[in-house]
């Protein structure tokens, strides 16, 4: 069973930058992308950013599109989320998660992603 650990949360000022990580072990291959969540207390769990593994193409909430970037290191299986200009808006838990779908999914629903990483909190002060 694969496993997802995310890493590299904390505490910047706005307009600071924090780059997450996603490492991912155990059975991996099955993983065709990669999607990236963020929850804030109360509130439902938002996408934030979904990888296609293979293609390594992206897609970004409006939220964050133009701020967030992706990559992925494909030799230790290790995706990061790379988050610019952060405002006190983008504090929130966030979380990595990998869905094996190979057909048109709805990448915000969080039904179509089976691995999930405990969460890591970003803080924004302004």
């Given at each position: 069973?694969?496993?997802?650990?995310?890493?590299?949360?904390?505490?910047?000022?706005?307009?600071?930058?924090?780059?997450?990580?996603?490492?991912?072990?155990?059975?991996?291959?099955?993983?065709?992308?990669?999607?990236?969540?963020?929850?804030?207390?109360?509130?439902?769990?938002?996408?934030?950013?979904?990888?296609?593994?293979?293609?390594?193409?992206?897609?970004?909430?409006?939220?964050?599109?133009?701020?967030?970037?992706?990559?992925?290191?494909?030799?230790?299986?290790t995706m990061y989320l790379q988050m610019?200009?952060?405002?006190?808006?983008?504090?929130?838990?966030?979380?990595?998660?990998?869905?094996?779908?190979?057909?048109?999914f709805r990448w915000t629903d969080e039904g179509a992603?089976?691995?999930?990483?405990?969460?890591?909190?970003?803080?924004?002060?302004?």
């Amino acid at each position: 069973q694969a496993q997802l650990a995310v890493s590299g949360g904390g505490s910047v000022q706005a307009g600071g930058s924090l780059r997450l990580s996603c490492a991912a072990s155990g059975y991996t291959s099955s993983h065709k992308w990669i999607g990236w969540f963020r929850q804030v207390p109360g509130k439902e769990r938002e996408g934030v950013a979904v990888v296609n593994l293979p293609l390594g193409g992206a897609t970004f909430s409006d939220s964050v599109r133009g701020r967030f970037t992706v990559s992925q290191n494909k030799v230790n299986h290790t995706m990061y989320l790379q988050m610019n200009s952060l405002q006190p808006e983008d504090t929130a838990m966030y979380y990595c998660a990998a869905s094996t779908r190979t057909t048109y999914f709805r990448w915000t629903d969080e039904g179509a992603y089976t691995d999930w990483s405990r969460g890591t909190q970003v803080t924004v002060s302004s």
